[in-house]
């Protein structure tokens, strides 16, 4: 989640400011790609259950908090931000050191040096839990899907950068934050004025349709049948 010089889409500066004043419901963290050395607020440490400095925190503690059904899924997104260094948002369960369950929301930023490179993310965390107050739950929950179209509409920009130029995810999201600074728009916006634009643009030239058609037609061939019945039990 986001939002990733300009912060990007999941508004971690907003969301920190709408459920702020509740100590035990929300934290911060920080990770360095580096080393991967992780660094979390004592808010963050009682969620899981710890007292405030007991623990040393490492990439294998954090991830055998995760709920099992939900350790993938946050895994993944983690390789992905070690990967391309962009923010991520996400909703999942943590099982503390008494065995109670808590549905959190993680919103990751990009954690920069002071030349303006990525060395890292960071962000919050938030307890939704059902022993969150009610209100700040579903203020939370209602902003939760705002946050997740922004990142939409950059992954959008994103995949027609790729189309255009044959460049992978990480090059087309270093284009759009090259243009992001240099005409000082934030991502978003420029993510939107851009997809918008390429509908107006009528489509590519005949050669690539024709060549994208046959593509759409028969990728389905490359997929592997075993992996396609896991997808569907």
């Known amino acids: 989640m986001t939002e990733f010089g300009q912060t990007a889409p999941c508004g971690a500066d907003a969301l920190g400011q709408m459920v702020a004043g509740r100590p035990q419901?929300?934290?911060?963290?920080?990770f360095w790609f580096a080393d991967q050395q992780w660094e979390w607020s004592d808010e963050v440490a009682v969620m899981h259950g710890y007292r405030p400095g007991s623990v040393v925190l490492t990439t294998e503690l954090l991830l055998s908090h995760k709920h099992p059904d939900d350790r993938a899924h946050v895994a993944a997104a983690l390789a992905m931000a070690l990967e391309t260094g962009e923010p991520?948002?996400?909703?999942?369960?943590?099982?503390?050191?008494?065995?109670?369950?808590?549905s959190v929301i993680v919103v990751g930023d990009r954690l920069l040096d002071d030349a303006g490179e990525v060395v890292?993310?960071?962000?919050?965390?938030?307890?939704?839990?059902d022993s969150v107050e009610?209100?700040?739950r579903e203020a939370i929950e209602e902003t939760l899907p705002e946050l997740i179209k922004a990142r939409e509409v950059i992954e959008q920009a994103k995949g027609a950068l790729m189309l255009v130029y044959g460049i992978n995810a990480e090059q087309a999201f270093?284009?759009?934050?090259?243009?992001?600074?240099?005409?000082n728009t934030k991502l978003r916006q420029l993510a939107e004025l851009l997809v918008n634009e390429i509908t107006?643009?009528?489509?590519g030239p005949l050669s690539q349709r024709t060549s994208f058609d046959?593509?759409?037609?028969?990728?389905?061939e490359q997929a592997d049948p075993a992996e396609e019945i896991s997808s569907l039990t």
């Open 25 to 30: 419901s929300v934290g911060s963290f920080r």
């Open 134 to 136: 009610e209100g700040r």
């Open 88 to 102: 991520f948002c996400s909703r999942h369960r943590i099982i503390d050191t008494t065995g109670v369950v808590h």
């Open 200 to 203: 107006a643009l009528g489509g």
């Open 120 to 129: 890292g993310t960071s962000g919050f965390y938030v307890d939704v839990s």
């Open 174 to 183: 270093r284009v759009l934050q090259w243009r992001s600074q240099e005409t």
């Open 214 to 220: 046959h593509l759409l037609l028969t990728v389905h």
